[in-house]
């Protein structure tokens, strides 16, 4: 996959290049009235490209935050539910020892004595 990767990137820097060597030319862009300013046209293309990824680099940086303080509180929130699924569960004794049990009867009926 990485050589993919460098391959379709040394294309796309092959093709620029070609673009650039073609169109070198001084053109004139006018920044404000009465401020002109002469470069090479492929600078212009450039700078233009650049600030106008400016606005989505912040989209993907302040979306990227957001999930990730979404995911780190998730994460946080499962590790609670799971160490409190893991901990030991304490025995508590029965309410009535079995020792305090009363002797069984040994007069069941009390007209059964002789």
Same mark, same amino acid.
């Given at each position: 996959?990485? %050589?993919?990767? &460098?391959?379709?990137? %040394?294309?796309?820097?092959?093709?620029?290049?070609i673009? =650039?060597? !073609?169109? $070198?030319?001084?053109? &004139?862009? #006018?920044i404000?009235?009465?401020?002109? =300013?002469?470069t090479k046209? *492929?600078?212009?293309?450039? !700078?233009?490209?650049? %600030?106008?990824?400016?606005?989505?680099?912040? =989209?993907?940086?302040? #979306?990227? $935050?957001?999930?990730? @303080? @979404?995911?780190? !509180?998730?994460? @946080?929130? !499962? +590790?609670d539910?799971? +160490?409190? +699924?893991n901990? *030991?569960?304490?025995? &508590?004794? +029965? &309410? #009535? *020892?079995?020792?305090?049990?009363?002797?069984?009867? #040994?007069?069941?009926?009390?007209?059964?004595?002789?």
């Amino acid at each position: 996959m990485g %050589i993919l990767r &460098t391959i379709i990137w %040394i294309l796309l820097t092959a093709v620029l290049v070609i673009f =650039a060597m !073609a169109n $070198w030319q001084v053109v &004139t862009v #006018t920044i404000w009235p009465g401020w002109e =300013a002469e470069t090479k046209l *492929p600078l212009v293309i450039l !700078a233009s490209f650049l %600030i106008g990824s400016v606005p989505m680099w912040i =989209a993907l940086r302040t #979306t990227r $935050w957001s999930l990730k @303080r @979404r995911l780190d !509180a998730s994460e @946080r929130q !499962a +590790a609670d539910l799971r +160490a409190l +699924a893991n901990r *030991p569960v304490e025995v &508590t004794p +029965a &309410t #009535t *020892p079995v020792n305090d049990i009363p002797p069984a009867p #040994t007069d069941l009926f009390p007209s059964d004595k002789p």
